[in-house]
């Protein structure tokens, strides 16, 4: 297996790069997870590729009285973006990984923010 952002994934780096320049490759270890989140609001756009091995990712947004949830699983060499209503109203996490799992994440930041 190629480390993220060699071998055969140099080309989607790349790529996620003009559109989306502001990125990040995680190392994830077996038990680890990320906790509910919404990426900051200064980026648009989140684009992510998950490596290794698989993993749950959830999905949540508050309504009137609870959550409606979303769970979908990541395979590894699958690509997920996270735009609009996904990206704006939705919370994500990912609960603790069976084995090791690498990420590569790819943020546009939004015109007049910083990263």
């Not at 060699?6 to 780096?13: K, W």
């Not at 992510?48 to 698989?54: D, I, R, Y």
């Not at 997920?80 to 209503?85: A, C, D, K, T």
Request: proline share 6%.
């Amino acid at each position: 297996m190629s480390e993220p952002g060699s071998g055969p994934y140099r080309g989607i780096r790349r790529r996620c790069a003009r559109q989306l320049p502001a990125g990040s490759r995680d190392r994830v270890r077996a038990g680890a997870g990320i906790g509910w989140h919404k990426d900051r609001p200064v980026f648009g756009d989140v684009a992510g590729v998950s490596l290794l091995s698989s993993c749950t990712f959830r999905l949540r947004r508050r309504t009137a009285k609870s959550f409606e949830r979303s769970t979908l699983v990541a395979e590894p060499r699958s690509v997920y973006l996270l735009r609009g209503p996904s990206r704006t109203e939705w919370q994500h996490s990912i609960p603790g990984v069976e084995s090791l799992r690498y990420s590569v994440t790819f943020r546009n930041v939004l015109e007049g923010g910083e990263s």
